[in-house]
């Protein structure tokens, strides 16, 4: 009897004991994937940084270096100077700003009467905007880029900010948002005879900041990083759009060009959108992951 | 009355929207597709007072373009691999993520990373790191230039360098880069979306089929991917729409010359194709395409709808 | 299969590092779960009921002692090892399968020699379908069926590859009252006809006495009671389990013990033996009052409630722990509405008496 069950013993433990390899070797691989793949994508901002520390000399050495022999600070005033850096941070943070603003308030409003207004045609309207999501941006590019023209906006901060104010997919968001505010509360304020905006202001607003946030950060980024449309209708100098520019500087792509001081232009670029992204990850993961738009 | 009232406050808060909507928005649609069925229509010749016949003559001169042939195909290839692939491996990544604790939210944070990239900036990143050892400009110059780090690991292990994006690369090279830095890109939002929609599935489902002593695999194929089946149809359209309209990412690695130095527009894709046609003036061509576009996205997005409707059941 | 428990005990870490608290979800439980039988783990929330089904189901580790399934020990055995059956509380049915889907599930798992053919499968699922009256549901997906239908799916599902311990998580928790009553005769009916040795938790102690062969009273992790429900109710072992089984709950009073008589306030209600002078807790249930016009015990009468058979009296008394007092008596006995007080005496054996520190019965002799 007892021999049989030290039998049993030894063949539970043995069974364990092989199952506790496999899980062992399941777990390694799980993370010996995850971490090849997390160097793939770190490398190229590895590489970015390191290169852009590097004399040219270094840079083109056969056999590449994977830290700088002596570390090169002087690239970034380069960079900053060849492509008149500060000009176009300037240009980007005023029409970032503004547009960003403006674009809070026309959202919030927009999004206020489509939650809690009642008014006719309200959903048929709200119906046919969501509609216009589906229709890529080329399409209204084409005539928007006459209408600016006549209305004689080229090379104006104007020409930048304007056409972009409405997003429907943020009204859409804040709208959603609005609606999960129970109705009572609104009610509730019309009793006190709080008037709309202040009630939009006390309690909507407060409510719904994350997503508010969230909408602000994915604004300025899609300011940051838009390229087509300041291309066409401001490539002047005074008005011209940090990504233009980064790419005008630099429209050598390929071949011999001064690496080191073009990545770090590609770096002071970056390095905006990775402050933001370090401390209000939150909010832009949130943001990101009900639209799926860059931007 | 409060009801008019009502009515008249809703109106007065959308303003703003409705004039901007009304201008940049609703204006374009009608006016765009107007546009694609003028014949020849010009900007430049409309406002010197000429005027145009009603036609498909725009759509027709598209189509039997050669250079549109040739960015609608860059485009479907790039679609065709960039999707499947950034699918599969986001997905992969986003299972094991999802079952491992420690390191989870670090890991989490650099997959996340290239979505708040510059896609211009990176591009010239992707440009630098793909460079040739070796002569550029023909083989007339000799002149040993810079190397780009993937060339020097090709060589490290052995390997003949590839001329992947310079003078006198190939189209298979240019599209592999191309497929490299989209795919690396498209990553961190399938991933994202992924990995909350296996977060979200309950754990009661896994407890049920441990009990049931499910193996790993069957665990995989039965019950994580036709629960995350919502999600991933949504990453692939999304995906897919994306694609359609892949534009920047060319421009950050190969600039404005769409193509290598000796092949300008090689690469060029249909978004690039309508602004080429609305920087000559040529509005009516540029409409055409981008109505064109907008029924390719347009049918993609029902062809999904319906194999959703077949594949996801609840 | 008996089941036997042998000083299990669960300490989960505390989840906020910092407190470094942690916490006994289940304390030194031991018990011998005899083979066929319906036990119901009954216990308010966080009793560590659910934490030791876990344990018996393997999806959770013992952070010590054992678990035997007959004489095998299990304690190390992965949970798809073990051979149990697991009803979950939201059934955790697969929503993009069918019923037949759901079912077959787990037959398609077997491998090896337990590998079944094609026809044997479905025979089983058939079987398990009809055992629980869904077979006409086959084809349906989880999100047609109702909460009951959902339910009888998931026991299907558990008993399709006849396992040798049924669990069940909370079984009637999500079905409303009228399904309830319903499921759990069904549960009881399925069990009978299987002869499968079944384990239930709930938080509800009706369901548990009603349909359970014995029910394990739990609070803190600490097993305070084990026996038939019948036993259970009528001989507590303390304060707790008094309180914790029976619909309306049993009347709380403070009281004393003096020369051998019980005390509430003034009225010495009681005479008994055996207990030392002491300050004392009273439990008596509503079935415990007689109404009686000379009866030692006055309460101040507040309403009378009919319920047909038996009618309700609410009444008050200055040494009552919770507001109202309740007793339950047939509804032969009239009551005069009019009058301020009712006299009750009452039934020793339905009579108890508690530690006023330790909550312990104190047990004694009536005289």
């Avoid at chain 2, 094991?96 to 944070?109: D, E, P, R, V, W």
Wanted: proline letters at 4%; one cysteine or more.
């Amino acid at each position: 009897m007892s021999e049989k069950n030290t039998m049993q013993e030894r063949n539970l433990q043995r069974l364990s004991a092989s199952q506790r390899i496999g899980r062992f070797l399941v777990k390694f691989f799980t993370y010996a994937f995850l971490i090849l793949m997390a160097v793939i994508i770190l490398f190229p901002f590895y590489w970015m940084i390191i290169s852009s520390l590097k004399s040219l000399e270094e840079y083109r050495l056969n056999v590449p270096t994977f830290w700088p022999q002596k570390v090169l600070l002087r690239n970034y005033a380069e960079a900053f100077t060849t492509a008149s850096l500060g000009q176009l941070f300037y240009n980007t943070m005023i029409v970032g700003v503004v547009s960003t603003l403006l674009s809070l308030v026309i959202t919030v409003l927009s999004a206020f009467a489509f939650a809690r207004l009642e008014f006719k045609g309200r959903d048929t309207m709200f119906g046919l905007l969501l509609a216009t999501m589906m229709i890529p941006g080329e399409l209204f590019t084409i005539t928007n880029y006459a209408t600016v023209t006549s209305l004689g906006w080229m090379n104006t901060y104007r020409v930048l900010i304007v056409p972009f104010l409405v997003s429907v997919f943020y009204i859409y968001l804040l709208r959603q948002n609005f609606m999960q505010i129970p109705n009572e509360l609104y009610l509730a304020a019309k009793v006190d005879g709080t008037s709309d905006l202040k009630y939009l202001w006390k309690v909507m607003v407060p409510l719904s900041l994350p997503t508010l946030i969230s909408i602000t950060i994915l604004k300025m980024m899609g300011a940051w990083n838009s390229y087509i449309w300041p291309r066409l209708v401001a490539n002047d100098e005074a008005h011209r759009m940090i990504t233009n520019g980064l790419r005008n500087a630099f429209t050598e792509t390929t071949g011999d060009v001064n690496y080191p001081v073009q990545m770090a232009a590609v770096a002071i670029v970056s390095a905006p959108l990775f402050l933001v992204f370090v401390f209000l990850r939150k909010y832009i993961m949130a943001g990101v992951s009900r639209s799926g738009i860059k931007g | 009355m409060v009801d008019n009232k009502q009515q008249w406050k809703a109106w007065l808060y959308l303003a703003p929207a409705i004039v901007l909507l009304l201008v940049f928005t609703v204006w374009p649609i009608f006016n765009t597709v107007r546009m694609a069925f003028l014949e020849n229509y010009s900007g430049l010749k409309a406002a010197a007072g000429m005027q145009f016949e009603f036609g498909i003559g725009n759509f027709l001169k598209v189509v039997e373009y050669k250079r549109f042939i040739q960015c609608l195909k860059n485009t479907c290839i790039l679609c065709v691999l960039t999707v499947p692939i950034s699918t599969i491996l986001a997905l992969l990544i986003a299972v094991a993520l999802n079952s491992i604790k420690f390191l989870q939210k670090g890991l989490q944070t650099i997959f996340f990373l290239p979505y708040v990239t510059n896609s211009i900036a990176i591009g010239m990143v992707f440009a630098a790191m793909f460079n040739i050892v070796g002569s550029f400009y023909g083989t007339e110059n000799e002149l040993i230039v810079t190397a780009g780090i993937i060339n020097n690991v090709i060589e490290f292990f052995g390997g003949q360098h590839v001329n992947w994006i310079n003078y006198g690369s190939t189209y298979e090279a240019n599209m592999f880069v191309m497929v490299v830095y989209i795919v690396w890109n498209a990553l961190p939002f399938k991933i994202l979306v992924l990995l909350g929609g296996l977060q979200g599935i309950n754990k009661q489902y896994y407890d049920a089929a441990k009990v049931d002593g499910t193996p790993r695999r069957r665990v995989f194929t039965h019950i994580t991917v036709p629960l995350l089946s919502p999600m991933l149809a949504y990453v692939v359209i999304t995906g897919f729409i994306s694609g359609f309209k892949e534009y920047t990412s060319i421009v950050g690695i190969f600039g404005e010359n769409m193509g290598p130095p000796d092949d300008a527009g090689r690469l060029n894709t249909m978004v690039g194709f309508i602004y080429d046609a609305l920087e000559t003036n040529s509005q009516g061509r540029a409409s055409a395409a981008a109505l064109i576009l907008f029924a390719i996205i347009l049918v993609v997005t029902l062809i999904n709808n319906q194999v959703s409707k077949k594949r996801i059941h609840y | 299969m008996k089941v036997v428990l042998q000083n299990l005990t669960k300490i989960f870490p505390s989840r906020d590092k910092k407190a470094g608290k942690e916490v006994v979800a289940v304390n030194d439980f031991t018990f011998e779960i005899p083979d066929g039988k319906l036990i119901g783990l009954l216990g308010p929330s966080g009793c560590g009921k659910s934490t030791t089904l876990y344990m018996i189901s393997g999806l959770q580790k013992p952070t010590s002692g054992k678990i035997f399934f007959g004489d095998d020990d299990v304690t190390e055995l992965s949970t798809e090892n073990r051979g149990i059956g697991l009803v979950f509380q939201n059934y955790a049915l697969y929503p993009h399968m069918t019923v037949k889907q759901n079912i077959l599930f787990p037959l398609q798992n077997l491998k090896g020699k337990d590998k079944l053919s094609k026809e044997e499968m479905q025979k089983r699922a058939y079987e398990a379908a009809k055992l629980v009256q869904i077979d006409e549901l086959m084809e349906r997906k989880p999100s047609e069926l109702s909460g009951g239908q959902q339910q009888r799916v998931a026991i299907a599902r558990a008993l399709v590859k006849m396992p040798r311990v049924l669990l069940l998580d909370e079984p009637l928790s999500n079905l409303d009252a009228r399904l309830r009553l319903q499921t759990r005769e069904e549960i009881r009916r399925i069990q009978k006809e299987t002869g499968i040795t079944t384990v239930f938790v709930t938080h509800d102690q009706e369901e548990a006495m009603s349909i359970s062969d014995m029910i394990v009273v739990m609070k803190l992790g600490v097993v305070q009671q084990i026996g038939k429900p019948q036993e259970v109710y009528d001989d507590p072992t303390n304060l707790f389990v008094a309180k914790f089984l029976g619909t309306p709950p049993i009347n709380v009073l403070e009281g004393k013990v003096k020369g051998g008589k019980v005390y509430i306030g003034e009225d010495a209600v009681l005479e008994v033996s055996g207990v030392a002078d002491q300050d004392v807790v009273i439990g008596i249930r509503p079935e415990g009052f007689e109404l009686d016009e000379n009866g030692p015990l006055h309460c101040a009468l507040s309403n009378v409630e009919i319920m047909g058979r038996d009618v309700s009296i609410v009444s008050t008394n200055p040494a009552s722990v919770n507001p109202l007092i309740r007793s339950i008596i047939n509804a032969d006995n009239k009551v005069d509405l009019g009058s301020k007080t009712v006299r009750y005496s009452v039934k020793p054996h339905k009579f108890f008496l508690f530690n006023k520190e330790t909550e312990e019965r104190i047990r004694y002799e009536v005289k």
